[in-house]
């Protein structure tokens, strides 16, 4: 039977009730009350402990001493803020506040298993709640992955391993996930038991968009020029293709029409031949500097994803600029051959509906600036829904990441964020996020989380479960390094001590 703790007092709304308690609860845990006929949930939102003897207008020390001894901490008493998050059954808010003089009661596990833990099929465990390590808190993966989902946090509070527990629960229930890899952490992991496809960003250039193409030759908007003498071979290049020429010799074909715009001798035509050559040079030189990711004929890089798996696009070895155009792509073709399943009523296209985590989702959509991945995370952020296509951003600077991105995730998981502008920005893109729950987010430690929207029934503070599989991406232990290479170093310095005697 739950234990009374504490009773409601002064003034109380149908969201939110202040309490009384001589028996201390904690921040975070969840408390229950009757009242309309019901069971009500909340949680301890804030909390202050006060003693009617010893009041801020004492300044003597000695007289404190002397209270202590007298009273022995019997007047102590600890006032609080509870959250209310509804009925038990359906949690929804009562339309009248909780009396005053209610009883508040700690809730029992079994309550708790009710709301947070295993609902159906579609239910993953990510974690145990903070205040009731007892209780599992399991997530809807159809809401996380339809409704998209946020995972931030500072450097080294979690994000990577709170990947880890979704991607390899995901792919347990025979799920589908592709991971765009910045730091080549997930590479040699055993997600999923070991369903791990490594896929190296290998990209077939008549498969790109005029605008990737123009990104990684360094042939910015602003050029208009040289952008338009660029689209005009690009054309001549894809209707070429189209009339039966080789795919495989596509640049090829972009080169010789660039080089057919050069000839001639209109007068209009000299003037363009400066930007002509500037732009073959370009192109001459993408093709030396991404030598190892552009491969003619090689297809689709959809085409190498496997059904079941962790698909895990290597990053860790490109510049930002080609970061961009590999996400760019793949979020672009990745839409295009699930809205092909759907409207082909499954005779072609990707097959499965695929949650795509992005690493450093500051980088790839930032705020200040408008970049080829931002444009199609929007797009799928606004139709992936319809055609199976998720999102799961992840940053350790959320100021940093574009807000209309942010604002179209419904689902988010924070770990700690100290820093107010992050708070702030995070709270300006989330409905859900509110100061209580703010507050907590500076003295969360290592693991836990806030974890709300759609794919929770309420907002939680979860003790996010370690991944027990192999995985790259926690500290190094630089010391220990240093010490197992020590022996060669003691040896150098022995030589050149023996150099100076000499």
């Not at 298993?113 to 145990?128: H, K, M, N, Q, W």
């Not at 991404?290 to 059904?307: A, D, K, N, Q, T």
């Not at 319809?386 to 100021?399: A, E």
């Not at 029934?457 to 020590?486: F, H, M, N, T």
Request: aromatic share 6%.
């Amino acid at each position: 039977m739950s234990r009374v703790i504490g009773y409601i007092i002064g003034e109380a709304t149908p969201t939110r009730g202040f309490f009384i308690s001589v028996e201390p609860p904690r921040l975070g845990q969840y408390v229950t009350m009757e009242y309309d006929g019901k069971t009500v949930l909340g949680m301890v939102q804030a909390l202050v402990s006060g003693s009617v003897s010893l009041s801020e207008d004492i300044h003597d020390p000695q007289v404190v001493e002397r209270i202590r001894r007298l009273e022995k901490g019997k007047d102590v008493y600890v006032k609080g803020i509870i959250s209310i998050l509804g009925d038990v059954d359906e949690l929804r808010i009562p339309r009248v506040p909780p009396s005053p003089g209610m009883e508040v009661k700690i809730a029992d596990r079994e309550t708790l298993r009710r709301v947070f833990g295993e609902r159906d099929y579609a239910s993953l465990r990510i974690g145990t709640l903070i205040s009731h390590g007892d209780v599992p808190v399991c997530v809807d993966v159809n809401r996380m992955v339809s409704r998209h989902l946020a995972i931030l946090a500072v450097t080294g509070a979690g994000k990577s391993n709170t990947v880890a527990v979704i991607s390899d629960g995901i792919i347990r229930m025979g799920g589908t996930v592709v991971i765009f890899d910045m730091h080549s952490e997930y590479l040699d992991s055993d997600l999923g038991g070991g369903r791990v496809n490594p896929v190296t960003p290998i990209l077939d250039p008549y498969t790109l968009s005029v605008w990737e193409l123009m990104q990684l030759a360094n042939i910015r908007p602003d050029y208009h020029v040289q952008e338009r003498i660029f689209r005009v071979a690009y054309r001549n290049a894809v209707e070429k293709v189209r009339g039966g020429g080789d795919p495989s010799r596509f640049l090829k074909y972009l080169k010789e029409s660039l080089e057919e715009q050069s000839e001639g001798g209109e007068e209009g035509r000299r003037e363009k031949k400066g930007d002509i050559a500037a732009v073959l040079n370009k192109v001459e030189g993408f093709e030396e500097k991404y030598s190892r990711i552009i491969r003619p004929g090689v297809g689709g890089i959809v085409g190498r994803f496997r059904l079941g798996c962790a698909n895990v696009i290597d990053l860790g070895q490109v510049d930002e600029d080609c970061a961009d155009v590999v996400v760019s792509h793949t979020l672009r073709r990745l839409l295009e051959e699930r809205k092909r399943f759907v409207v082909e009523d499954g005779r072609g296209g990707f097959r499965h509906p695929v949650l795509t985590v992005i690493e450093e989702a500051h980088i790839l959509a930032p705020t200040a600036e408008d970049t080829l991945s931002s444009y199609w995370i929007g797009r799928i952020a606004r139709e992936g829904r319809k055609f199976g296509v998720g999102l799961c951003l992840v940053s350790q600077r959320p100021k940093a990441l574009s807000a209309n991105a942010l604002s179209q995730v419904n689902n988010m998981i924070i770990l700690k964020l100290v820093e107010p502008s992050d708070q702030r920005h995070v709270q300006a893109a989330s409905e859900s996020l509110s100061d209580d729950l703010l507050r907590q987010l500076p003295s969360l430690n290592t693991g836990e989380a806030v974890v709300l929207g759609m794919m929770v029934r309420v907002p939680a503070l979860v003790k996010v479960d370690q991944y027990r599989g192999k995985l790259v991406g926690s500290d190094i232990d630089v010391v220990s390094a240093w010490r197992e290479g020590g022996g060669g170093v003691e040896e150098e310095r022995r030589e050149v001590d023996e150099l100076l005697e000499l």
